[in-house]
């Protein structure tokens, strides 16, 4: 399925086991000039793995959503200050890539770590896991109605977004149904218990999520959309043989749904802004009997990003997308430097190699037209 990687591991930063091929732009490229993205949704880990994975992050964009599902989970202020610390101490010389970081809700979060929170300025927002509904989310909220409203209502006082894993996980509902569920079930009544609440609904998959997060008022909720579920349906979990590289929670959804997200984002709405969902796995645990969820699209999001409005016509729409409607929502300002995207075909690596092995990108060994220039 995907050729084996041969590249010599060369210290702790991750090298491409292939070299992208990078062609000199002609007469026809094109450029485009973006305001510096932000990643609003991404799983950084932890140890190796951080190390492997934050340069291309790093590289082009200026700051993300550092998701807290690490083992064990970043439920306090205090975890987050010393995981944050641990980031910046993993970045590569001279990056200005600042971490926004999120607590991880659980039954027992008080209201009092949410002033902590707020206080440390450096939390930004706190995730909501539902139990079991995704990697590392045992910890996570069991019954939010029961649990959380005086946390959830602290999080107002101090407009703190809660993101939302929106699945249910009642394993007699359908694993393609369990967004539209979720909404119906939790999120929806609980926007209307909360309607100061403010809402990012994650990794939004599906017409339902688009219709509900457009019917609520606008700088309340809103939704970050990754690459995979604007570029690929569930086909693609199938087409020649199971790929386990495509799996991702939640899961693709049919190609309906997947049209109705790129319609959304490319409308040039405020309510969708880039969240990739980065989420890295060592190959092994990708390619296994009970393999983890989760694609590694860090190193080719912006370019995946460019393809979509690209091929909607509506590249005019994208720094709109990338850079501002992410910091326009959290209150936060706009970047005030460039990157550049120019349009120059590279091919993907077939993996990345680092001290523990190897992670496959989304993507691996295809060739994209849109390439970012790096820090
Ligand atoms: O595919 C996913 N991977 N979805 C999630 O919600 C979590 C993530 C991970 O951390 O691996
Ligand atoms: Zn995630």
């Not at 082009?60 to 610390?85: C, E, H, Q």
């Not at 002033?115 to 995704?134: I, N």
């Not at 996570?140 to 959380?148: L, S």
């Not at 990338?322 to 959290?330: L, R």
Request: glycine share 6%; hydrophobic share 40%.
């Amino acid at each position: 399925m995907h050729s084996s990687a041969v590249s010599s591991f060369s210290g702790p930063v991750i090298t491409p086991a292939s070299k992208p091929i990078i062609r000199k732009p002609t007469a026809a490229s094109m450029e485009l000039k973006l305001t510096k993205p932000d990643d609003w949704h991404l799983h950084l880990r932890d140890g190796d793995l951080l190390q492997a994975v934050l340069p291309h992050t790093a590289s082009s964009f200026g700051r993300a959503i550092v998701m807290p599902n690490l083992k064990p989970p970043i439920t306090t202020t205090a975890a987050a200050v010393a995981y944050r610390d641990s980031i910046l101490g993993a970045l590569p010389t001279g990056s200005g890539f600042d971490p926004l970081m999120t607590l991880y809700l659980t039954d027992n979060t008080s209201p009092e770590e949410i002033e902590l929170a707020r206080r440390s300025g450096v939390v930004f927002a706190v995730k909501l896991y539902p139990a079991g509904a995704t990697t590392n989310s045992q910890d996570g909220v069991t019954d939010i109605f029961g649990k959380c409203i005086p946390v959830l209502e602290q999080m107002i006082e101090h407009s703190m977004p809660l993101l939302v894993h929106g699945e249910v996980t009642d394993p007699k509902v359908d694993t393609f149904d369990r967004e539209r569920v979720f909404i119906e079930t939790i999120l929806a009544p609980l926007i209307q218990k909360l309607p100061q609440l403010k809402v990012v609904m994650e990794h939004i998959t599906t017409m339902e999520a688009v219709k509900f997060v457009e019917s609520c008022t606008e700088g309340s909720v809103a939704a970050t959309v990754t690459p995979q579920h604007l570029l690929l349906n569930r086909n693609s979990l199938f087409q020649g043989g199971l790929q386990p590289h495509n799996y991702c929670l939640p899961v693709l959804k049919r190609e309906t749904h997947r049209q109705a997200i790129v319609k959304a984002v490319t409308s040039g709405s405020k309510r969708f802004f880039l969240g990739t969902d980065s989420a890295p796995h060592e190959r092994q645990k990708k390619e296994c009997s009970c393999g983890c969820a989760g694609i590694y699209s860090a190193p080719i999001a912006l370019s995946l990003y460019a393809k979509v409005f690209e091929e909607a016509g509506a590249l005019d729409k994208l720094e709109a997308f990338t850079s501002f409607n992410g910091p326009d929502f959290y209150g936060l300002q706009r970047n005030t430097s460039k990157i550049v995207l120019r349009r120059s075909p590279w091919r993907v690596p077939d993996s990345y190699q680092f001290k523990s092995g190897e992670i496959v990108p989304m993507f691996a060994g295809e060739t994209l037209e849109w390439l970012p220039s790096t820090d």
